[in-house]
Each structure stands twice: as structure tokens, then as C-alpha cells.
């Protein structure tokens, strides 16, 4: 099948995220974990690949994503996506600017947009100013980001220092006009020269004008929600053909293992749910682990009965996550806690395990490495952004979902095994 969207995102579960709203249509999605080796074959009409060039130098940025546009290219895509975080997560050097430029010049295009909005999950922009639910960017959690802080709500002023032509503004008045209005006032900026446009979005409903006013656009940058209504955009006005090879969920062994290494508060809510109704589980001690390796906990999975899909976690409050960095070390506490969630995926999927819930954007990295998982089929929804993905790993057919942080809801882990 030839492909004919190609994005790019710029990290792990943003890249999974955008994947699973653009499956809800049906249609093939196909996601890559960094950019594949081998030239394309068998490809799907949608292709996410994902990158790991948030806070990378901006030339290391670059680089990657020049070579993922290559391989997209190489397998026909004719429109592509550039995606970032719904918070704009960026600073005043990049990445989202730099990259936009880069990619509008090696595909000849003089105008995009950029509309990080996703009003589902609470963000919003309006007159150019993103929102997290009620408050404005700057003024909520991600003003305090360890990497990346948000001082501005404004995204024309974050995005002028980024980029080197002019920046501008298609406001909510606009968009909720409807789509021809929308291409009038884009229109209108290109004849000013205005190469980089910021969309207004607040309701559900503004995305699909956008989608259907910008899906002639070569190139569109934004946050995952902005790519969602595309897949029917392009069925209904014929560009994608109706036929665009749905994906079929493969029937796949119950065994089961989660394997969690986030800890957020959701995870922890998720962990403490899961435990609650009586399933197996074992708890990482990252200490231990440093010490002995993670041999006692190979040796409990050995043990289980993996049709009970027993829990692996390493999931902690933030005192005892604090208390083991002192010990180890950030970074250390970390990898060890990560290989150890990777040797318990290889071991489960060696003994049987053919569905795997994976807890945590690092620790899903770590747990797609070990079981050599660099392509997958996206599937359906467990919760918003949470798709069920499917792969081969050591010549089986296996399914994984990731989740992200503070993704899901309490009752996740079971939810995500009921669905299959
Ligand atoms: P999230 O998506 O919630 O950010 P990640 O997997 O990306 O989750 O990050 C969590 C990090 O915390 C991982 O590197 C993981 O190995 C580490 N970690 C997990 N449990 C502990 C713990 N008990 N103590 C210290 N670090 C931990």
C-alpha cells in the first residue's frame, strides 16, 4: 500500500498518541520506534514515526528528522505532519520552530500552521494564548518543567524566536466561520508573507474546519488532536481510497503480563486499583536491584500462571522514588528499574505472554527495545491517546499498549485487557 500521510513526532508516547486518534478511523496506522534501517516496504497509508528530538540539540533535531522525512518520502507520502506537545514544549532555541522551517524548505512549501490544541484533554488556544484547562499556559504546572519551562502563554511571541520568517495569527473569530473563511484568512497572511500561522482552536468542532480548510496543505504542524479528523477528511473528499486497508486485530493468546515503571499519581491510582482486585503482583525494589540484578523477580514470573496477567511495577510514591535517587543516583535509579521491566517483558514473552501492558514513556522505550518491537500496527483505543499496538517480536505475534504517565484512567490496567 502506498502511503500517503507521513508524521513526525517528536517523542515516544506523543508519536503513539497521534497514531491511536488517527486509527479511530479505521484505516491503517502504522508506527515506527526512530527512523527504520530499511528502506520502505509493505507500508500503511498512515505512517507515524517516532523520534526522540524534544530537547535534543537543535542540529541533532534536525538531522533526524530530515532522514525521517526521507524515508517518508522514499514510501510516497504526499502530506505530512510535523507533532509536538500540546503544551508547545519547547525554549527559545527549538526544536518545534527550527524543525517547521527545515521541513517547509526541503518540501518547497511557504506557509504552515501550527494548532497544538487538543480540547478533548483541556487545551485550548484562543487569540493566539494556549490554556490547560482553565489556566494559561504560563501559569500552569509546565511553568516549572524541568527541561522545557513555559514562561509565555502566547504562542506567536514563543514561536518568533524559533523561526526566521514572519509569525501570525488565524484567530478563533475565524475558524468559527467555517473552513472557507479559514482559507481566505490564510490566504490573505500568505500574500503578506506570513509563513508560519498559529490557529485558534477551543472545541472539538473547531478541529474539523481546520482539518478541512488545511488538508490540501503539504505540510501541518500541531498536536495530535489537529491530524485526527484527516483519515475521513481524505476518504470523504477522495484523496485517500475508500478501500485504505483497515487493519484487523489479530486473534492473539490471553496470556498476559503489566509491566509498570511510571510513577505518577495516576500510575500509582492504577497500581493500587489493579492490586485491589486480588491479581498477582511484585514490587521492583530498585535498591535490591542494584544489588542482586533482577533475578528474584524472573524467578517470581517463572512462577505465575500468566493467563491471571500478573503485574510487575516499580511504581512508587515520590518519597520512595526520592529516597532510591539519593541512593543511586536519578539517571541510575532509572536504568536499572527500565532493564529490569525489559528482561521481565523478554522472560514473559518467552514463556507464553503475547499481550503486554506497558506503564510508563521510558519504560515503554526501554520494554519496545528488548522485544526488538520497531514496528507496530495500531489498534483500538483503550482510553484517549492509549491505543492497543501489535508487532512481531521473536517471530510472534504480539500485542503492547503504552501509556503514558498520567494517562488512563483508575481502572487502566483491566480495561486495557478487557478490550482485546
Ligand atoms: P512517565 O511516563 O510516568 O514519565 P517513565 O517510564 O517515562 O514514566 O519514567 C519513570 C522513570 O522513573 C523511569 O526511568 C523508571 O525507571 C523510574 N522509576 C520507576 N520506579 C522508580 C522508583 N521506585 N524509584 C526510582 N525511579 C523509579
Redesign the pocket.
Known amino acids: 500500500m502506498r502511503t500517503l500521510f507521513g508524521a513526525i513526532a517528536d517523542d515516544f508516547t506523543g508519536a503513539t498518541d497521534l497514531a491511536g486518534l488517527l486509527a479511530r478511523s479505521g484505516v491503517r496506522v502504522s508506527l515506527r520506534i526512530g527512523v527504520p534501517a530499511e528502506p520502505p516496504t509493505d507500508t500503511a497509508a498512515f505512517e507515524v514515526i517516532a523520534l526522540k528530538s524534544r530537547t535534543a540539540p537543535v542540529a541533532d533535531a534536525l538531522q533526524e528528522t530530515r532522514a525521517a522525512l526521507g524515508w517518508l518520502q522514499a514510501a510516497g507520502a504526499q502530506r505530512f505532519f510535523w507533532k509536538y506537545c500540546s503544551t508547545f514544549d519547547s525554549t527559545p532555541e527549538g526544536n518545534i520552530g527550527p524543525v517547521a522551517e527545515m521541513l517547509m524548505d526541503a518540501l518547497g512549501v511557504d506557509q504552515t500552521i501550527y494548532c497544538p490544541a487538543f480540547p478533548e484533554n483541556g487545551r485550548s488556544i484562543f487569540m493566539g494564548n494556549l490554556f490547560v484547562g482553565q489556566q494559561p499556559l504560563a501559569e500552569s504546572p509546565m511553568k516549572d518543567h524541568p527541561l522545557t519551562p513555559m514562561r509565555d502563554s502566547n504562542l506567536m511571541r514563543l514561536l518568533e524566536p524559533q523561526v526566521t520568517r514572519p509569525v501570525g495569527l488565524a484567530d478563533r473569530l475565524t475558524v468559527a466561520k467555517g473552513a472557507e473563511a479559514l482559507r481566505a484568512r490564510l490566504g490573505a497572511l500568505k500574500e503578506q508573507g506570513v509563513a508560519h500561522v498559529v490557529v485558534d482552536a477551543v472545541a472539538n468542532n473547531d478541529l474539523f474546519e481546520i482539518a478541512d480548510a488545511c488538508r490540501d496543505m503539504v505540510l501541518l504542524t500541531g498536536g495530535s488532536a489537529v491530524a485526527m479528523p484527516l483519515p475521513k477528511a481524505y476518504l470523504r473528499d477522495g484523496t485517500l481510497e475508500a478501500d485504505a486497508a483497515r487493519f484487523d486485530v489479530p486473534a492473539l493468546d490471553s496470556q498476559a503480563v503489566v509491566l509498570s515503571?511510571?510513577?505518577?499519581a495516576m500510575?500509582n491510582k492504577q497500581v493500587a486499583a489493579y492490586r485491589l482486585l486480588g491479581r498477582p503482583s511484585y514490587q521492583l525494589d530498585?535498591l535490591a536491584l542494584a544489588q542482586k540484578g533482577a533475578g528474584d523477580a524472573l524467578d517470581w514470573l517463572a512462577g505465575q500462571d500468566l493467563s491471571k496477567s500478573p503485574l510487575i511495577y516499580?511504581?512508587?510514591k515520590p518519597d520512595?522514588?526520592k529516597a532510591?535517587?539519593e541512593m543511586l543516583g536519578v539517571a541510575e535509579?532509572?536504568k536499572i528499574?527500565?532493564q529490569a521491566l525489559a528482561d521481565c517483558a523478554v522472560a514473559a514473552r518467552d514463556a507464553g505472554a503475547r499481550r503486554f501492558v506497558v506503564a510508563?514513556?521510558?519504560?515503554s522505550g526501554a520494554v519496545t527495545k528488548a522485544l526488538a518491537a520497531d514496528q507496530l500496527d495500531v489498534g483500538p483505543e483503550i482510553a484517549p491517546g492509549v491505543p492497543w499496538c501489535f508487532c512481531q517480536s521473536a517471530g510472534q505475534q504480539i500485542a503492547l499498549t503504552l501509556k503514558?504517565?498520567n494517562f488512563g484512567d483508575e481502572m487502566f490496567f483491566t480495561e486495557a485487557l478487557d478490550k482485546l
Open positions: 515503571g511510571s510513577c505518577s500510575t530498585p516499580a511504581t512508587a520512595s522514588v532510591a535517587q535509579a532509572g528499574i527500565e510508563g514513556g521510558e519504560t503514558s504517565g
